[in-house]
């Protein structure tokens, strides 16, 4: 089975095209998981429809907390044996979910993490993918320095899952959290084909830039204390 989690908050301009992007990759038992934190821009209804009108998609309350706790809530009512994270503004590309369930079926595998195509607001290609742009691969210290574990581009098992969650209150990103403890449990792998339009616009709740220095060491000195923490209790 295959469950798909989402962390929506007041999307109701791309949700549509993107659900039915996802759902078109999914089979008659697998689930979209989508944790609502908010929907006050009339997005209400248009979830509510998509619910009625396919019973794959599951809709919960979001904790208000922000993108990391709202991600971590989608995952807790995931039940599928991999686990794919989606924003709810990509379009996903056909096959996608056929393509990575492949790759998972080397049990050394913890989490793939595809490439996509840069796109702007109407999905037009931008002429870079994310490998592109991130300098995408596997590598802890690699990745802790600049992450390229990009959340809309993963997906997991759910044995994985288990060993990552909770993620602590310090972590500010969901998506290196994963990809950096994925690396401590196994291996992870880096697939060349762009599976996705990763789409940039002015209401992204990521972005394209980063914060200062000084703000970039705190976040990864609390990252790197808190995975040889969790690490640490593994083996206790």
Known sequence: MISVAMAFYNGKRYIKKQADSILNNLGSGDELIISVDDDRDGSK????????????????????????????NAFRSCRGDIIFLADQDDAWKPGKVRKIKKVFEDPNIVCVVHNAQIADENLKPLGETTF?????????????????????????????????????????????????????????????????????????????????????????????????????????
């Open 132 to 236: 592109q742009w991130r300098d995408s691969g596997p590598g802890f210290w690699k990745n802790m320095k600049k992450n390229s574990y990009i959340g809309c581009c993963m997906a997991l098992r759910r044995e994985a899952l288990d060993q990552i969650l909770p993620i602590p209150e310090n972590v500010w990103i969901h998506d290196q959290w994963i990809g950096l403890l994925a690396e401590q449990l196994g291996t992870v792998v880096f697939f060349e084909e762009p599976l996705l339009l990763y789409r940039r616009h002015g209401g992204n709740v990521t972005g394209l830039t980063h914060g200062s220095v000084s703000s970039m060491v705190k976040k990864r000195y609390y990252m790197l204390k808190e995975i040889k923490r969790r690490v640490r209790e593994w083996k206790v």
């Open 45 to 72: 209804e248009i979830l509510e429809t998509m619910a009625k009108e396919d019973s794959r998609i599951r809709l919960i309350k979001g904790p208000g907390k922000g993108v990391v706790e709202n991600f971590q």
